[in-house]
Each structure stands twice: as structure tokens, then as C-alpha cells.
């Protein structure tokens, strides 16, 4: 367990929201696991631990974090819902081998695009999404070569 589960349950509480077993569960699987997971990698992971859980509550669950603004919604794949803690302004690569989402901080160099117009519209974040190969795959590919 990487991440305390006393600061968890404060994570939930200061929201108001019931910190319950498998509630608790679910948000520190994604604190431990910073690849953006979907609804059935996060299920998968956690149906041993919890036998009596079902995919509609890690859904709901899910649901409720994103309105608490505890975890970012991503759609980058395009087919699937992947879910996020990060919730500072960052940017996603998706390797298209092995769909990992992995965060990316560029820095801009603020007063060049933070808070001017760019077209006439005025910048506040930059969120943003790049697709490629990761570097793991291809460490894996040059092994097999
Ligand atoms: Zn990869
Ligand atoms: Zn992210």
C-alpha cells in the first residue's frame, strides 16, 4: 500500500462524501496506479479484495469522484472512459501498444501562452493529449530486435 489510507478517507470526508470500504478501496487503486485505468481494469484489480463488488459500483463510484472533482474523466482513446487523480493542469500521452496513458508536464513558458489570446480566445489551462509509442515498448522492441 503506497498511499496512506487515513489521508484517503480525508480525501472523501472533506468532500462530504461517505467513506465507505469500497470506496476507499477504489481511490486508492488510483492513486497507486497513476495509468488512468477504466471502469473493468480498476474492477479486475479489485474483485479478489472485494467479492461482493460489481462493476455498477465502481461506475457509480467513479461518477461521484468526477463530480467531486477528485478524479478527471479522459477520453482520449476514444472507445473508453479512463479515470485520473491528477487533477493539476497536465497533459496525457497514450501509447497506441499498449494503451497505457501516461502524464506529461511540459512547461510552458507561462506569459507566452497562459492568459494571452490566441484567436481571439483567452488561455487560461492546456490540457492536451499526444499519441505515440512509450518509452517501455519501445525498450521491449529493441530487445527483441
Ligand atoms: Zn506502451
Ligand atoms: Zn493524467
Redesign the pocket.
Known amino acids: 500500500m503506497i498511499t496512506n489510507m487515513k489521508h484517503i478517507k480525508k480525501e472523501l470526508t472533506d468532500k462530504n462524501i461517505k467513506p465507505t470500504y469500497q470506496r476507499l478501496c477504489i481511490l486508492e487503486y488510483l492513486h497507486d496506479n497513476l495509468v488512468h485505468p477504466t471502469v473493468d481494469m480498476i474492477y479486475n484489480k479489485l474483485v479478489d479484495r472485494i467479492p461482493t463488488m460489481s462493476k455498477t459500483t465502481v461506475y457509480n463510484t467513479l461518477k461521484i469522484f468526477s463530480e467531486n472533482n477528485i478524479v478527471n474523466e479522459i477520453t482520449i482513446t476514444g472507445t473508453e472512459t479512463r479515470y485520473d487523480t491528477n487533477c493539476k493542469s497536465h497533459q496525457h500521452f497514450l501509447?497506441?501498444?499498449?494503451?497505457?496513458i501516461y502524464d506529461i508536464n511540459i512547461t510552458y513558458q507561462d506569459s507566452e501562452i497562459i492568459n494571452k489570446d490566441i484567436f481571439g480566445h483567452k488561455v487560461q489551462e492546456i490540457h492536451g493529449y499526444f499519441k505515440g509509442?512509450?518509452?517501455?515498448?519501445?525498450e521491449?522492441d529493441k530487445i527483441k530486435d
Not at 501509447?95 to 497505457?100: E, I, L, V
Not at 509509442?133 to 519501445?138: E, F, G, N, Y
Open positions: 501509447c497506441k501498444k499498449c494503451k497505457k509509442i512509450c518509452k517501455q515498448c519501445l521491449n
